[in-house]
C-alpha cells in the first residue's frame, strides 16, 4: 500500500492486522502500517506476509485447537477451517501444524502471553488492551 505524507511525498507501507475480540465477537481492528525502507534491513520471514485470517489461524494452533474446534472460533465450517490451515502451512512451508506454530514463536509473530505481535489472548477482553 502506498500512502501519502505531509508534504504529498509517497511512502510505500506494509500493513498488518488483527481483529480484537470480546466473547467470540469481533469489537475492532488493531493494525500496525511499517514504512517499507524500514523493513528492507530486516531479515524476511515466510510469516511475515500472513493475512490477517491465516495469523488468526497460526494463533488458534497455538492455543492447542483441534479443527473442529478453530471452525467453532471461526464461525466457519470444519472443511473451511482446514482448507485455512493448509493454507497456513502452504504459505509458510511448514509441514505439520506444530511446525508452523514453532516458527511463528522462533520469528517473534507469536508470543507465550500474547498470541500474535502485541495480540492479547482470549483471556483478556479489547477493554484489556492499551
Not at 508470543?111 to 479489547?126: C, D, M, N, S
Amino acid at each position: 500500500m502506498v500512502v501519502f505524507d505531509r508534504r504529498g511525498g509517497r511512502i510505500p507501507i506494509r500493513i498488518t492486522s488483527a481483529p480484537l475480540r470480546r466473547d467470540d465477537q469481533v469489537v475492532g481492528v488493531f493494525g500496525i502500517a511499517v514504512p517499507l525502507a524500514q523493513t528492507a534491513s530486516l531479515e524476511r520471514s515466510p510469516l511475515d506476509d500472513l493475512t490477517p485470517r491465516q495469523l488468526e489461524v497460526l494463533r488458534l494452533l497455538a492455543e492447542g485447537l483441534e479443527t473442529p474446534q478453530i471452525a467453532s472460533r471461526l464461525g466457519v465450517a470444519e472443511e473451511t477451517a482446514r482448507n485455512h490451515i493448509r493454507a497456513l502451512l502452504r504459505a509458510t512451508g511448514a509441514h505439520s501444524r506444530l511446525e508452523v506454530v514453532l516458527m511463528g514463536f522462533r520469528s517473534g509473530v507469536l508470543h507465550p502471553q500474547l498470541g500474535y505481535r502485541g495480540h492479547v489472548v482470549e483471556a483478556a477482553t479489547a477493554d484489556d488492551c492499551p
